[in-house]
Structures are given as structure tokens and as C-alpha cells.
Nanobody, 112 residues
Framework: QVQLVESGGGLAQPGGSLRLSCTASGFTLSAYRVIWYRQAPGKERELVAWINTRPNYADSVKVRFTISRDNAKNTMFLQMNNLRPEDTAVYYC????????WGQGIQVIVSS
């Protein structure tokens, strides 16, 4: 069964950190471009980070977030540091290649 399963979300305080994971099954992640999106309440889904030949980031998360992948574990990551309340959103992993797959989405809440 082809799926992407996300984990690692939850509640963090401003200035804190969270690490999101997205594990693929049923296909080989290394053959796909990996991307993270997020959607805040009442807003459109926005692109957060992606890897082509190198990592790329939205201006709003540059320096604070790091996208990575571990092909041996068939998993992609989003390390989020120095979190801000405006980072509160549902985060989605996405892969593009021969097909396109989406994770189920995971909630991140940044609040004191």
C-alpha cells in the first residue's frame, strides 16, 4: 500500500523546536522530489521547503527550518527551530516523481 505517514507535530512554545517526519511505504522515496507545505487556519496552502539539487525555503522560514531526507529510511524530515506563533498550521509532506503522493497532514501549534 502506497502511503506517506507523518509524525512529530504537536504543541511548542515560541522559540521552541519540533521535528516533523514523513515516512514512505509502497514506493522508493529516493526517486522523488520531496516537499513540505503548510496550511494555516483561514489561509491557502503554502510552500514551505523543498529539495531539488539542494534545499530551498520560503522566505518566512529561511534559516529557521531545515528540510532533509534519509533515503535508507525512506523518510523525509522538517526540522523547525525558533518557532513562531505564525508557524501554526497543518503541515503536509508531498512527493513528486512518477506519481504524486501526499501525507495526511499533521498539526503544529506554536503558543505560550
Amino acid at each position: 500500500q502506497v502511503q506517506l505517514v507523518e509524525s512529530g507535530g504537536g504543541l511548542a512554545q515560541p522559540g521552541g523546536s519540533l521535528r516533523l517526519s514523513c515516512t514512505a511505504s509502497g514506493f522508493t522515496l529516493s526517486a522523488y522530489r520531496v516537499i513540505w507545505y503548510r496550511q494555516a487556519p483561514g489561509k491557502e496552502r503554502e510552500l514551505v521547503a523543498w529539495i531539488n539539487t539542494r534545499p530551498n525555503y520560503a522566505d518566512s522560514v529561511k534559516v529557521r527550518f531545515t528540510i532533509s531526507r534519509d533515503n535508507a529510511k525512506n523518510t523525509m524530515f522538517l526540522q523547525m527551530n525558533n518557532l513562531r506563533p505564525e508557524d501554526t498550521a497543518v503541515y503536509y509532506c508531498n512527493v513528486l516523481g512518477r506519481n504524486e503522493y501526499w501525507g495526511q497532514g499533521i498539526q503544529v501549534i506554536v503558543s505560550s
